[in-house]
């Protein structure tokens, strides 16, 4: 099993840690396994670490397990420029909600 970097790193902003640069996958595994906030664990979470393993043993490409990883990160919010939230992805109201909950519009009472 040989490490496989990526053609550029990727940088995180993880919540209470800073700022994260993976290059390679077996990092990001390293990042998904131990960085990861808990509440962005899920479907896009466990497709990148699939895609890193993979890569790690030859059966997928370095560009589609950084690809897979940008995508995880990009959900959770750990992208710079992104919104980075500590409540999971399905509870974070989008902009439209929330600017309805913020007008009392939203029908819930």
Known sequence: MNDVAFSEPII???PGMGARKVATSFEAIECLQNEWPQWARGRNWRSAQSACRDALDGWCSAKAARRSFVKAA???GLLPGR???SAPAWHR?????ASLVAAGLSGSR
Not at 93 to 97: D, F, N, R, V
């Open 12 to 14: 995180l902003h993880l």
């Open 74 to 76: 990009d959900r959770a």
């Open 83 to 85: 919104r980075q939230s």
């Open 93 to 97: 109201p989008e902009s439209g909600e």
